[in-house]
């Protein structure tokens, strides 16, 4: 639901001890402003040799150019790493008692002092709102369920990559992204596989070897990169007008308000017009001229139609885009698309694998099934994935 976090701390929320483990220092300047850190680095690095997992904790002195220093801390956390050691776990509200003890107690191994009333009131500065959604047998694993959907290629207010780990395990993830958000969507196992380090992460490599853990973990994350960015997107949707100063994770720690927020940027993606063209795209030339001809639509209509739909075969959907806009001027690019749009709407319903991997997909953001494990040997037992 949420994964990683970062919450502030103002000056008197919180007391360094003499003993305290900040022992990494880094300074930034900028116009006007000059920003001194200081962060753990030697107990992250030992704990993380360990197997286990660490926030990332830092203290930060800003001074303006009036000589006027504020200082704040910040924790930067996975949530689901906190308390079960990987994200291919969730947490929901009923975990939020046990995010702040989880936190106090790191906090206070690392020499800083606060209280769980101050962590209630810590300001979240951004947010990453994420859904994991286990894939049946029939939609095959998830990294090859990432590669269908690379095709939707296409978001146009935001750069797209599309990425291979290539280190023999095979992972898949595809970003749309932009300066104030990033949409990610990846295969849980393949990222572990790669990137795994803590005791609970171990184990599940250790149950994919051995063929007891399945990759059919598919997950859906939006980064909210700023924390202006982030509250417009939680303030539409949290009618809250004694929210003034920001937002605390009890507010955000929500399924329903997580379960808007990933359907709204999940339609955004796979709208129907696209669908429908990448379904078409993939039909042989007997098939979808015979489809076209029993579809009712005018012949110019189909013309039309079979021409866009080439053109998405031959560039893919973000191409097919570019050759609008080389084709049309100005206003006539979005009536063009609303053309399209149209066209595949009076069409009617289209036979094909991608739609009903988008509707399977869709349904289960509906759900909003929590992913959590049952006890400690769950880690490792096929059916928790």
Not at 3 to 22: G, R
Not at 188 to 196: A, D, F, P, Q
Not at 301 to 308: G, I, N, R, S, V
Request: glycine fraction near 6%.
């Amino acid at each position: 639901m949420i994964d990683s976090i970062v919450l502030t701390l103002n000056s008197d929320q919180f007391e360094l001890m003499p003993d305290n483990k900040l022992d990494g220092r880094k300074t930034q300047h900028g116009r006007g402003f000059a920003i001194n850190s200081e962060y753990s680095e030697t107990y992250n690095r030992n704990l993380k040799k360990q197997g286990l997992y660490c926030p990332s904790i830092t203290k930060a002195t800003k001074t303006n150019s009036a000589n006027e220093p504020k200082e704040i801390l910040e924790i930067q956390a996975s949530l689901p790493k906190l308390l079960y050691g990987s994200n291919l776990f969730e947490i929901d509200s009923e975990d939020l008692e046990k995010i702040y003890i989880a936190l106090l107690n790191r906090l206070d191994n690392l020499g800083i002092i606060t209280s769980k009333e101050n962590l209630r009131k810590a300001i979240v500065k951004r947010a990453d709102f994420s859904k994991i959604i286990k894939l049946p047998p029939e939609l095959g694993e998830a990294n090859k369920v990432v590669e269908t959907l690379s095709r939707f290629d296409y978001k146009p207010s935001s750069d797209y990559n599309f990425h291979k780990y290539n280190d023999g395990n095979h992972g898949r993830c595809i970003k749309f992204w932009n300066t104030t958000q990033g949409y990610v969507i990846y295969d849980v196992m393949g990222n572990i596989l790669s990137n795994g380090y803590t005791k609970t992460e171990k184990t599940i490599q250790e149950g994919f070897a051995e063929g007891k853990v399945k990759r059919t973990a598919l997950r859906f994350e939006l980064s909210l990169e700023r924390k202006d960015s982030f509250e417009s997107v939680v303030r539409k949707r949290i009618q809250n007008k004694e929210k003034t100063r920001g937002f605390c994770l009890e507010d955000i720690l929500n399924e329903n308000l997580a379960k808007r927020i990933l359907l709204d940027v999940f339609d955004n993606v796979f709208n129907n017009t696209f669908m429908g063209l990448i379904t078409l795209s993939e039909m042989e030339e007997n098939k979808l001229k015979a489809y076209l001809d029993n579809s009712g639509l005018s012949v110019k209509k189909q013309e039309k139609l079979y021409y866009w739909v080439r053109t998405t075969t031959n560039f893919g959907i973000g191409g097919t885009w570019e050759q609008i806009k080389l084709k049309y001027r100005g206003g006539s690019v979005p009536n063009c698309k609303k053309e399209i749009s149209l066209i595949l709407a009076e069409f009617g319903r289209i036979d094909g694998n991608t739609p009903n991997l988008i509707k399977f997909l869709r349904n289960k953001h509906e759900e909003f099934e929590i992913i959590k494990p049952n006890k400690t040997s769950d880690c490792i037992s096929s059916h928790t994935y």
